[in-house]
């Protein structure tokens, strides 16, 4: 009898919900064959099975939490039938403690062996006893998850004294972000956002409830806590575009077969690059608790890509080395597994500043959420023709809408203009543009 044990993600990734599950008792597996579909706070992926055999059982259900060496399913190597009982195996008794105890059910605290450890499984469901510091006082482990802890390490917070007002009096993003603009201390009760019970919207007509998704979820709660901590100012421009997309089009009508299509975002990112290096503090994040400002030495850019399963910003590492080609064809391929689900959490970390792009949609402005822990965002709008007066005489142009979000606490606003100045000038003149990138 083989026993299969979710393997370690990432790091830092504990946890992860079964998505989807690809295989049922009774069938025969290969070595590498995809099992599950497992979906973290970022990411969508594939969990192949490293044995081969005959599956006895399936230790979760779609929609379990799941932790890093819980068993996921039993199976029997070909040619194995019957071993497991002779080694003194029970099937039926296989990974079943922590398997409910990764689950969350108060019933695992029932069928643990005598002397066994069950603090794992009730940490989701143990509500916080009373008084300020609930997790201070007792010896349970804090319950909150990876993106959480993380944060709260970012930000210096000290779990222990913060009131999770989550499930079970779990710990979520906005209690750390409640908590750091306390200085790192329990944010008081009185402080706490108190969201109102919503009517029972049934009553005045038919509706449909539709359950999030953890990538939607996770991304919820990353922006609710980006736009409480930082205080966010959008400058807006135009750039005119007229030429550098003429010379655009030019280049992918030409461009020989199997070459990666040249878009407006890819030249985007290297004109931001170069608006980095000489604006340094668009590159950094801020270290509230030590107050200082981390400047990045690298140059690696977050692009937005629409989903069906949500918003996910792949990141493009060291820009500044790679030519607009290049660019353009990392693009197509981050985008292309944005879209299956098949991106790494490795592809989705790391960025510095990040870019969306809303021009194949339409509109004129808006303003992007800051990335947290970045300091700034560029928003794209549609490109449209408007009439501008040069050297006294009207001519149509192309003009680009920009919309630039930035951390008030590290940009001023005369930076902030001058950094889209800057970037408004490159794609004016296109020659200034391949100089200087």
Same mark, same amino acid.
């Given at each position: ?21 690809? $295989?049922?008792? /009774? %069938? !025969?597996?290969?070595? *590498? #064959?995809?099992? +599950?579909? @497992? ?20 230790? $979760?259900?779609? /929609? %379990? !939490?799941?932790?890093? *060496? #819980?068993?996921? +399913?039993? @199976? ?362």
């Amino acid at each position: 009898m083989l026993e299969f044990k979710l393997p370690q993600l990432a790091e830092g990734v504990d946890t992860a919900d079964v998505a989807e599950i690809h $295989v049922a008792p /009774g %069938d !025969t597996i290969e070595a *590498g #064959q995809v099992v +599950l579909e @497992l979906e973290t706070d970022k990411a969508v992926m594939e969990l192949p099975s490293p044995h081969a055999g005959k599956i006895d059982k399936l230790l $979760v259900k779609k /929609g %379990d !939490t799941v932790r890093v *060496g #819980q068993p996921i +399913l039993t @199976l029997t190597a070909v040619g194995d039938a019957g071993s497991s009982e002779s080694n003194g195996v029970k099937p039926a008794d296989a990974g079943l403690t922590e398997t409910k105890a990764a689950t969350g059910t108060a019933a695992a605290a029932k069928t643990a062996p005598a002397g066994a450890s069950v603090s794992g499984a009730v940490t989701a469901t143990v509500p916080p006893p009373a008084g300020s510091n609930p997790w201070a006082e007792v010896h349970l482990p804090i319950p909150a998850g990876p993106a959480t802890r993380r944060l709260a390490r970012e930000l210096g917070v000290d779990l222990r004294q913060v009131r999770g007002t989550g499930a079970g009096g779990r710990i979520t993003a906005e209690d750390v972000a409640r908590a750091f603009a306390g200085n790192g201390a329990a944010a008081p009760a009185a402080a706490a956002v108190t969201v109102p019970p919503l009517p029972d919207f049934s009553q005045f007509g038919p509706i449909q409830r539709q359950p999030y998704s953890r990538l939607q979820k996770t991304a919820a709660n990353n922006l609710a806590l980006a736009w409480q901590i930082i205080p966010h100012v959008t400058q807006h421009d135009l750039a005119d575009i007229t030429d550098i997309e003429a010379a655009r089009k030019r280049f992918v009508e030409h461009a020989g077969p199997g070459a990666p299509k040249v878009t407006m975002t890819a030249i985007t990112m290297k004109a931001v690059v170069a608006c980095l290096q000489q604006f340094p503090q668009f590159n950094s994040s801020y270290d509230a608790a030590k107050g200082e400002l981390i400047l990045k030495q690298y140059y690696h850019l977050g692009v937005a890509v629409d989903t069906p399963t949500g918003l996910v910003v792949p990141v493009i590492r060291n820009v500044d080395q790679k030519s607009v080609v290049q660019l353009a064809h990392e693009l197509t391929a981050v985008a292309e597994k944005a879209r299956n689900g098949k991106l790494s959490l490795e592809e989705m970390r790391g960025g510095t500043f990040t870019i969306t792009n809303l021009g194949g949609i339409g509109g004129t402005a808006f303003t992007p959420i800051v990335n947290y822990p970045e300091v700034a965002i560029l928003g794209m709008s549609r490109s449209q023709k408007q009439l501008q007066l040069i050297d006294g005489q009207l001519r149509e142009r192309l003009m680009l809408p920009f919309s630039l979000s930035y951390d008030h606490r590290v940009i001023n606003g005369a930076d902030a203009a001058r950094f889209l100045v800057r970037l408004a000038s490159m794609f004016a003149d296109p020659f200034r543009l391949l100089v200087e990138c």
